[in-house]
């Protein structure tokens, strides 16, 4: 085996190495057939820091762990300051790990994170984050047996004894529910929340709509608006940024399905946001990541196979809680769901120390069936 180098990625050839590299894990010698490859478009400009909404607000360094001219394994280490700012820590973090059947590269990868962070005057390291909280975040530690959905990570199980390994303990863990159609009608669950949402639309006077794909630019930006305000109390919630909201926006624009996407309004202002998106990792698996020249022709061959969705969003203004405006979002994308062909939804991610969401779900007849770690290590 040849001598282990970690190098900083520098310059543009260098970060397409550090894009392409997940192929090389879950599609070199033992592949993975659950792995969903993430679209290299969108990848190469939330890379690019030109483009990028992280970097108006985070600093990034990118690594590869190399063996001679072979890649054999990639990490980010950065400062997200917008989080330190909100939450008053003085933390980095780590993301985008990734790395071959290789220990001695994984403790390198995982050390050069935390020495870069360290130097940098900062007290503790926290991760996966690709590249915040509202990305892609948290390591699969339970579930590795069903593919990922839309915007969940994935990875193989022997990543969770790697990170442990090198001094990281739990910071909190994210849960995944599974719901279907039959375990939502049994003991009479469809039924009640029929009648709580016909209940709570009678007394809000709350008119329930569809996104406005015409509108998309303005849906946008108003939805924006709901999102920082429903989840500014979360655990690690930061600001996103508009341009970070744009960025996810418009990057799934395409796959977007309006018809189990619902606005509450009051008055015509936006008041909560229902965003459930085709489980489009369906027909992604069996593509390369390209859309061109032939990749759009897969996507719509296989877009017929797409019986599942995820609910991404789900919050309302902070004064219009407790008013029963989620089960009117429950019974609106589940009987819009039901008549595009998804008969199942994955809602995720939920806090695992969010009871009243845990509990909710449970009560519609999910199932808890994925779980995902985000990880920390102080420094001495």
Same mark, same amino acid.
């Given at each position: 085996?040849?001598?282990? %180098?970690?190098?900083?990625?520098?310059?543009?050839?260098?970060?397409?190495?550090?894009?392409?590299?997940?192929?090389?894990?879950?599609?070199?010698?033992?592949?993975?057939?659950?792995?969903?490859?993430?679209?290299?478009?969108?990848?190469?400009?939330?890379?690019?820091?030109?483009?990028?909404?992280?970097?108006?607000?985070?600093?990034?360094?990118?690594?590869?762990?190399?063996?001679?001219?072979?890649?054999?394994?990639?990490?980010?280490?950065?400062?997200?300051?917008?989080?330190?700012?909100?939450?008053?820590?003085?933390?980095?973090?780590?993301?985008?790990?990734?790395?071959?059947? #290789?220990?001695?590269?994984?403790?390198?990868?995982?050390?050069?994170?935390?020495?870069?962070?360290?130097?940098?005057?900062?007290?503790?390291?926290?991760?996966?984050?690709?590249?915040?909280?509202?990305?892609?975040?948290?390591?699969?530690?339970?579930?590795?047996?069903?593919?990922?959905?839309?915007?969940?990570?994935?990875?193989?199980?022997?990543?969770?004894?790697?990170?442990?390994? %090198?001094?990281?303990?739990?910071?909190?863990?994210?849960?995944?529910?599974?719901?279907? %159609?039959?375990?939502?009608?049994?003991?009479?669950?469809?039924?009640?929340?029929?009648?709580?949402?016909?209940?709570?639309?009678?007394?809000?006077?709350?008119?329930?709509?569809?996104?406005?794909?015409?509108?998309?630019?303005?849906?946008?930006?108003?939805?924006?608006?709901?999102?920082?305000?429903?989840?500014?109390?979360?655990?690690?919630?930061?600001?996103?940024?508009?341009?970070?909201?744009?960025?996810?926006?418009?990057?799934?624009?395409?796959?977007?399905?309006?018809? /189990?996407?619902?606005?509450?309004?009051?008055?015509?202002?936006?008041?909560?946001?229902?965003?459930?998106?085709?489980?489009?990792?369906?027909?992604?698996?069996?593509?390369?990541?390209?859309?061109?020249?032939?990749?759009?022709?897969?996507?719509?061959?296989?877009?017929?196979?797409?019986? %599942?969705?995820?609910?991404?969003?789900?919050?309302?203004?902070?004064?219009?809680?407790?008013?029963?405006? #989620?089960? /009117?979002?429950?019974?609106?994308?589940?009987?819009?769901?039901?008549?595009?062909?998804?008969?199942?939804?994955?809602?995720?991610?939920?806090?695992?120390?969010? #009871? /009243?969401?845990?509990?909710?779900?449970?009560?519609?007849?999910?199932?808890?069936?994925?779980?995902?770690?985000?990880?920390?290590?102080?420094?001495?």
């Amino acid at each position: 085996m040849l001598p282990l %180098q970690i190098v900083p990625v520098r310059n543009a050839r260098q970060r397409r190495q550090f894009i392409h590299f997940p192929w090389k894990v879950y599609r070199g010698a033992n592949p993975d057939p659950l792995w969903v490859p993430p679209l290299l478009i969108e990848r190469e400009r939330f890379f690019n820091p030109k483009h990028g909404g992280f970097f108006a607000h985070g600093d990034v360094q990118l690594f590869l762990a190399q063996r001679g001219t072979e890649i054999v394994g990639t990490i980010s280490a950065h400062i997200n300051f917008l989080h330190n700012r909100t939450h008053n820590e003085h933390i980095g973090f780590f993301g985008f790990f990734e790395v071959l059947d #290789d220990r001695e590269a994984a403790a390198a990868l995982l050390q050069i994170a935390c020495a870069w962070v360290r130097d940098r005057g900062y007290k503790a390291i926290r991760g996966p984050m690709n590249f915040s909280i509202n990305d892609e975040c948290g390591l699969l530690i339970e579930g590795f047996e069903l593919a990922p959905v839309m915007m969940m990570t994935y990875n193989p199980a022997r990543y969770v004894e790697y990170i442990e390994h %090198q001094g990281f303990g739990k910071a909190i863990d994210l849960y995944a529910w599974i719901v279907d %159609q039959r375990s939502y009608a049994e003991k009479g669950r469809g039924a009640k929340i029929e009648r709580v949402a016909a209940l709570a639309q009678a007394q809000t006077g709350l008119t329930f709509r569809k996104l406005n794909m015409q509108r998309f630019a303005e849906e946008v930006e108003a939805g924006w608006h709901v999102y920082n305000q429903a989840w500014a109390n979360n655990w690690g919630a930061i600001h996103m940024t508009l341009a970070e909201f744009r960025h996810l926006a418009y990057s799934f624009k395409p796959f977007l399905d309006p018809e /189990v996407m619902i606005v509450a309004e009051d008055q015509r202002r936006m008041v909560g946001l229902l965003i459930a998106v085709p489980d489009i990792n369906i027909p992604l698996r069996y593509s390369d990541g390209r859309l061109l020249p032939f990749g759009w022709l897969t996507m719509l061959r296989r877009k017929r196979e797409i019986n %599942q969705m995820r609910v991404l969003i789900m919050g309302v203004l902070p004064e219009y809680r407790r008013r029963g405006i #989620d089960a /009117v979002f429950y019974r609106e994308v589940r009987n819009a769901g039901l008549k595009r062909g998804y008969h199942t939804a994955e809602m995720s991610w939920i806090l695992e120390n969010n #009871d /009243v969401m845990n509990n909710t779900i449970a009560g519609l007849g999910g199932r808890r069936y994925k779980t995902y770690r985000i990880y920390e290590k102080k420094f001495s």
